[in-house]
């Protein structure tokens, strides 16, 4: 089985989440319809980051979830994580841990599992609106590696 892998990253707060919302939902429609399996990544650091999740499963319900997988990939073990892990399970089908971003500050962390998410990644999808902020900067990143991706913002504003 071909496994396309899908990245979500944006700002913490967006300032049209109806326009971020319509368009993901046509992208993630349109990927589970063309690819054999998509794996989408995502975080649970901000706005973009849960509505692209809810996004997810909400296509996924409609269409079937029998070829993909939502992740949440977490830079680092929270107590948030340890606290409620069953709740997150029943939510997103898998939580991955960076592997590489042990030790390292919680802010370096975070990038360091951006990283990761953009290196798997067979397309990158962004809301990027400044240029400033882990977003941007993974944003910078993926470009430099020559990874696909999208900003789905428009003059610089997701709304």
Same mark, same amino acid.
Request: with cysteine.
């Given at each position: 089985?071909?496994?396309?892998?899908?990245?979500?990253f944006?700002?913490?707060?967006?300032?049209?989440?109806?326009?971020?919302?319509?368009?993901?939902?046509?992208? $993630?429609? *349109?990927?589970? %319809?063309?690819?054999?399996?998509?794996?989408?990544?995502?975080g !649970?650091?901000? &706005?973009?980051?849960?509505?692209?999740?809810?996004?997810i499963?909400?296509?996924?319900?409609?269409?079937?979830?029998?070829?993909?997988?939502?992740i949440?990939?977490?830079?680092?073990?929270t107590?948030?994580y340890?606290?409620?892990e069953?709740?997150?399970?029943?939510y997103?089908?898998?939580v991955? $841990?960076? *592997?590489?971003? %042990?030790?390292?500050?919680?802010?370096?962390?975070?990038?360091? !599992?951006?990283? &990761?998410?953009v290196d798997?990644?067979?397309?990158?999808?962004?809301?990027?609106?400044h240029?400033?902020?882990g977003?941007?900067?993974?944003?910078?990143?993926a470009?430099?590696?020559?990874?696909?991706?999208?900003?789905?913002?428009?003059?610089g504003?997701?709304?």
């Open positions: 089985m071909e496994i396309y892998t899908v990245s979500l944006g700002h913490r707060q967006i300032d049209d989440p109806f326009f971020v919302e319509r368009v993901l939902e046509i992208m $993630v429609r *349109q990927l589970l %319809a063309e690819k054999e399996y998509v794996e989408f990544l995502v !649970r650091d901000g &706005e973009f980051d849960l509505l692209a999740a809810s996004v499963k909400r296509c996924r319900r409609a269409v079937g979830e029998e070829n993909s997988a939502l949440w990939m977490l830079p680092y073990p107590a948030e340890r606290d409620h069953e709740e997150y399970l029943s997103y089908d898998a991955e $841990v960076s *592997q590489n971003a %042990a030790g390292a500050h919680f802010k370096s962390a975070m990038q360091i !599992r951006n990283r &990761e998410m798997r990644s067979d397309l990158v999808i962004f809301c990027v609106e240029q400033k902020g977003a941007y900067q993974s944003m910078r990143y470009e430099k590696q020559g990874v696909p991706f999208i900003n789905i913002s428009q003059n504003k997701c709304h």
